[in-house]
């Protein structure tokens, strides 16, 4: 892949010529940075001497980087001296957008909050990833697992007594997501105003707002939500069945005409003419039993033969899939939704693209992952630096991260 596409297919994106620098690690802040980059936006991602921490996470965290920092230049910058931070204050006074993700009251601190940088650079939108908006639990640190636990979303996962956190990171990831959507509004009203504005995200709100929908089915039913492994379904037919050779198949019935297909399908006729299975809410008083007498009927058949027919009527279906699966999924290969990504080894890997297209087009990587710092020299040549400060600059000993 080459390092850059050309300036005319640039130009087709919809952030070209909008500069973001984003100091921020981890999921919510570089997810962020992602996005933007991938809509067009020149992304710079400021790291320690050292790189970004995340780099060198294992297990769980082992993906993060890789995944959440393409489209990015990387410009390796000592904060903790007063030198790497006037650089970054000087890069900041460039840029349109600027995006960070760190604990209450580190950017006061180090002199690069909004309030300072908005003096040097009035049209900068700044984006700040954090884990509550205003109010009493501001200042508390939180991780995607903490918000889960406290905005209502591990106990709806989990059976009851045993609060289970989803899966993915869904509130950094989301809180990402927000944030750029903030960027985007603000980028908008600059056009009217010309002047910039401070956006928050957090993901204790974000998370709240998952579990809305629960709220309000407390208002609406007077009664709590019930953890989605207990709740009563407002489907008959919604559930995970053993099919043959102990292979798994999630089917949704939801309708008159789908129940009316799997039950031909699976060869249950007689489902059809009993008068208590006449409508889904019938089906739903009954659920436990007609469920038991599902799973007797379909632990015979096919789960790869039935999966065919139900696609064929119409039925909603889906086998049960491991994340490295996806690999090999015919949608995604045959959609373009994975592309090759050259990594900051020069080795690739295919990686899922943002879920939209544009005209009917993906929005692919335009750079690979960056070595820690590759972009330095360039980016400071740039901000008038000679090469004399620039090496000054990157010997000096390298401290903590942001």
């Not at 039913?221 to 009563?232: Q, S, V």
Request: charged fraction near 25%; aromatic fraction near 6%; hydrophobic fraction near 40%.
């Amino acid at each position: 892949m080459t390092k850059e596409l050309k300036s005319d297919q640039n130009a087709r994106l919809p952030l070209s010529g909008i500069r973001v620098v984003e100091v921020s690690h981890m999921v919510m802040g570089p997810t962020c940075g992602m996005i933007l980059g991938d809509l067009g936006a020149e992304v710079i991602k400021v790291e320690p001497p050292k790189g970004d921490g995340t780099r060198r996470l294992l297990g769980a965290g082992a993906g993060f980087f890789r995944t959440f920092n393409r489209n990015k230049k990387s410009v390796a910058l000592d904060t903790e001296t007063e030198e790497g931070r006037d650089a970054l204050r000087k890069l900041a006074a460039t840029a349109d957008v600027f995006v960070e993700n760190f604990k209450p009251g580190r950017m006061k601190d180090l002199g690069l909050d909004y309030a300072t940088l908005s003096k040097l650079n009035p049209r900068l939108i700044y984006v700040s990833h954090k884990g509550f908006l205003s109010g009493p639990y501001e200042n508390r640190l939180a991780l995607d697992e903490v918000v889960q636990m406290m905005a209502g979303l591990a106990y709806m996962t989990g059976p009851v007594g045993r609060p289970l956190r989803a899966g993915s990171s869904v509130n950094d990831i989301m809180g990402g997501m927000f944030g750029a959507i903030g960027v985007l509004a603000a980028l908008n009203e600059r056009w009217t105003t010309g002047a910039g504005k401070e956006v928050q995200s957090a993901l204790f709100e974000n998370c709240v707002l998952l579990s809305a929908q629960h709220m309000q089915q407390y208002v609406v039913t007077g009664e709590a939500a019930a953890p989605m492994p207990e709740r009563i379904s407002a489907w008959s037919v919604y559930d995970v069945f053993e099919m043959a050779n102990q292979e798994q198949l999630f089917i949704a019935a939801t309708g008159d005409g789908q129940w009316r297909a799997l039950c031909e399908l699976i060869g249950r006729p007689d489902l059809l003419t009993d008068p208590k299975l006449a409508t889904n809410n019938q089906r739903v008083v009954v659920r436990p039993w007609l469920l038991s007498t599902l799973r007797e009927t379909l632990q015979h058949i096919d789960a790869k033969t039935l999966a065919a027919q139900l696609e064929a009527r119409n039925v909603p279906f889906a086998s049960i899939v491991r994340p490295e699966q996806l690999f090999d999924d015919p949608h995604l290969k045959a959609s373009g939704g994975l592309t090759r990504l050259t990594l900051d080894d020069g080795s690739q890997t295919d990686m899922p693209l943002l879920p939209i297209s544009l005209n009917g087009e993906r929005l692919k990587p335009r750079r690979a992952i960056p070595k820690i710092g590759e972009d330095t020299r360039d980016v400071l040549l740039a901000l008038g630096y000679s090469d004399e400060q620039i090496a000054a600059l990157q010997a000096a000993p390298a401290t903590a991260a942001v």
